[in-house]
């Protein structure tokens, strides 16, 4: 807390008839005492605007010294917390000084505590201010004890007339009092008094006002249950130890109940004023202060601090000459200095030695005429690395517009910038295997294309595509999948020359880009080198497995202009390899297009051919060779499209297997057979059963046995008339 600026002064507090008078009435000298320059300047300002003369003081011992000059002063203003000399110790040589003793100390002091507090006025001070102050809090408490200081001059001046004096001395002290009553009410106080002997309480006007009560509650009890339950203990036992103890001062801070039903915290300091003749107290009198608006700035200023000490970014404050005045953790963690070693020092401490002088003359120059600067620069770390950072300064400008303080904040640009990599790095490359990805890939195509049209080279593009894979992440798992596909990419690098693409552009495709060809045969041969180093078995935990692949390749010029007609030309090159058993390559011609063309009919006819009830079922009659009679009958998917005619199965099972069409299109073979083969039954025929192929993605399904089930129960036909019949090709 030490160095807290006092707040500045409300200017409108102090009217000229209410000007701080000395004993004699003249203007009062005030000796004011801090280490703290601003706080002395401040404290010495306040009490001339108030109508006194000021004598400073920066160290306890020139306090003493000047205390004893003459004129001497009629009120000490003193901090507590100075070095070498403390305010208690100064307070105590004042005492023990006879020409010092009864000159009154108000402590003006950061310590916000009770037990200091205490303290001080047990070891004679007059009064207890803590910092920061209101102007016309601190005015109205040193006008208090210059009145009482008059009055006591007065009395020692005035001995010798004291008896003709009484009446007018009773009026004067009697105005006295009520001239004190109203400074203090001006100024925020109330005025409450307790008689022990009656157990009655008599609050002033102001602070039944300030409480919103009209009247005040007439016994201890009472005011007690004003007070909130969890302050009301101490505040009982703070009243209990007064009673008890003539020398003891009630101070506290607490929350009271307002008449509107909200609490306020006050303030309330008092002290026992009359006693009777066995010594009993008789008079407890005291003040009250709302401080409920300073309770919530300190609140306020609570949170504030927490946010400057838990905020990520690292901040900076300085003084006008650029000194650094406070940091805050995030600072000391970006650039590794702490603050004992910082505080005090010039941020050009952190300089790195990249800007060059100009750089920072133009920052400064910007926040000298626009207030506030921004931008990335580099600053040097404790350990003498480099740190990027997001910096923003501001300045902090006094009432007369010069800049009183400068505040930095910054941030670490190293993790963003990092992140921000990282993200361009999954943008345009495959995490599992680090090969450029679809986007990339397509891109470093559309590159080698421009630069052989440039050129007038050729360029080949492969797509290759591992047979299968999808059965070795069903049996062996996802990863073990990975695993081949790793090493997949690994064997596949070895091949392809330095210069030229290699990238994953779907599950399981990868795809080349060959560039600077200068024959096709060198496109055939690469692709053979694949086939032969991904026929090599894989081990995989503990496994050997074996996996072949397809191959499309297509050249430019002769098979697209651009990257997405050579796209396009290696897929359908890519689907004749697979048509033509796997395991093998296949060039792009003209034909394909005409193939894919096709096939991409028959597959939009496919999906809605169920709807239009363009399927039909055909029976193959099943003969025994040892009787020569028929046994059963086999059936047979047909199909006569609406669009394109009578289709072989040869040609739409494969496509209606790849797409998935071939659950629903089973299904309803399955039901149909059922149904035609139960009616046939109930004419009287011969015991006949029924064959019903099952593809393989039929045969995976986890409901089959409910499928078929549903079947019989539907159609009637007994479980033994049904045979399912799974090919050879597909089990393998």
């Keep these: 807390m030490k160095g807290q600026d006092v707040v500045n002064p409300d200017q409108n507090s102090i009217y000229p008839d209410h000007r701080l008078l000395g004993p004699n009435g003249d203007k009062p000298l005030i000796l004011v005492v801090d280490d703290t320059p601003i706080n002395l300047e401040t404290l010495a300002e306040m009490v001339r605007h108030a109508g006194a003369n000021a004598r ?68 004679g001070a007059a009064d207890y201010v803590s910092k920061p102050v209101k102007m016309s809090v601190l005015i109205a408490r040193i006008r208090a004890h210059l009145e009482v200081r008059r009055a006591q001059w007065l009395l020692a001046n005035q ?18 009092d009520r001239h004190l009553t109203l400074a203090l009410e001006r100024n925020g106080f109330g005025i409450w008094e307790h008689d022990p002997v009656r157990n009655r309480n008599r609050w002033s006007e102001g602070l039944r006002q300030m409480l919103g009560y009209e009247q005040e ?29 003539r020398n003891s001062i009630l101070i506290g801070e607490f929350r009271i109940r307002h008449h509107d039903g909200g609490w306020r915290w006050v303030e309330s300091r008092g002290r026992i004023v009359e006693f009777d003749e066995a010594g009993q107290p008789t008079l407890m009198i005291g003040t009250m202060l709302d401080i409920t608006e300073r309770k919530l700035a300190e ?140 986007h990339l890939f397509d891109d470093r195509l559309n590159q080698a294309l421009l630069t052989a049209r440039r050129f007038e080279r050729g360029t080949a593009l492969i797509l290759l595509d591992l047979n299968r ?32 693409t290699v990238g994953r552009r779907a599950g399981n ?39 072949t692949a397809s191959i499309g390749i297509s050249v430019f010029p002769k098979n697209g202009e651009n990257g997405e007609a050579m796209l396009r030309s290696a897929d359908a090159a890519l689907l004749r390899a697979k048509q033509s058993g796997r395991n093998t390559f296949s060039f792009y011609s003209p034909e394909m297009d005409a193939d894919a063309a096709r096939r991409l009919s028959i597959e939009s006819a496919l999906r809605d051919a169920l709807a239009r009830d363009e399927f039909c079922v055909h029976y193959q009659p099943q003969v025994s060779l040892d009787s020569g009679h028929m046994i059963g009958m086999e059936a047979l998917l047909r199909w006569n499209s609406a669009l394109l005619g009578p289709i072989s199965p040869v040609e739409f099972i494969p496509i209606a297997e790849e797409t998935g069409l071939i ?70």
């Design 56 to 123: 400073v003081a920066n160290c306890g011992a020139t306090a003493l010294r000047y205390a004893r000059l003459e004129p001497r002063p009629d009120l000490i203003l003193l901090d507590i917390m100075m070095p070498d000399m403390d305010g208690h110790a100064v307070l105590a040589e004042l005492r023990r000084m006879p020409e010092t003793r009864d000159i009154p100390v108000i402590f003006v002091t950061a310590l916000d505590d009770q037990s200091e507090e205490e303290r001080g006025i047990r070891e």
């Design 159 to 176: 001995k010798a007339w004291l008896e003709q004096e009484v009446e007018r001395r009773i009026a004067e002290n009697t105005h006295l």
């Design 217 to 245: 509650p007439e016994q201890l009890a009472e005011s007690m249950n004003l007070i909130h339950p969890e302050d009301r203990p101490a505040v009982e036992a703070q009243v209990t130890a007064s009673l008890r103890d």
């Design 299 to 438: 609140a306020e200023h609570r949170l504030a601090d927490l946010v400057f000490t838990g905020i990520g970014e690292g901040i900076c404050i300085t003084d006008a000459k650029r000194n650094i005045l406070r940091i805050n953790d995030a600072f000391s963690t970006i650039t590794g200095y702490q603050a004992d070693e910082i505080v005090g020092q010039n941020p050009r401490l952190l300089k790195s030695g990249v800007h060059s002088p100009a750089f920072y003359a133009e920052i400064w120059k910007t926040i000298d005429q626009y207030g506030n600067w921004q931008g990335e620069i580099t600053n040097r770390h404790k350990d003498g690395s480099l740190v990027t950072e997001w910096l923003s300064i501001s300045s902090l400008r006094d009432t007369t517009g010069t800049a009183s303080h400068y505040i930095g904040i910054f941030s670490d640009l190293s993790e963003r910038q990092a992140a921000a990599e990282r993200i361009q790095y999954l943008s345009s490359y495959d995490t599992l295997t680090e090969l450029p990805n679809r």
């Design 469 to 500: 894979f999808r059965l070795i992440n069903d049996t062996l798992g996802p990863p073990a999948g990975d695993e081949i596909l790793v090493e997949v990419t690994r064997r596949l690098k070895l091949q392809v020359r330095e210069g030229d």
């Design 509 to 547: 495709e990868f795809g080349f880009v060959m560039a600077n060809l200068s024959h096709e045969r060198d496109a055939l041969a690469l692709a053979q080198r694949m086939l032969d180093a991904i026929s090599v078995p894989f081990s995989v935990a503990g496994q050997s497995v074996a996996i």
């Design 663 to 732: 659950m629903q299109i089973g299904d309803w073979v399955l039901r149909t057979a059922c149904h035609q083969t139960k009616a046939w039954l109930d004419l009287g025929l011969l015991p006949l059963h029924v064959a019903v192929n099952l593809s393989p993605r039929q045969f995976r399904q986890a409901d089959l046995p409910a499928q078929v089930a549903n079947a019989l129960a539907e159609s009637g036909l007994p479980a033994a008339a049904m045979v399912l019949e799974f090919t050879e090709s597909a089990f393998i």
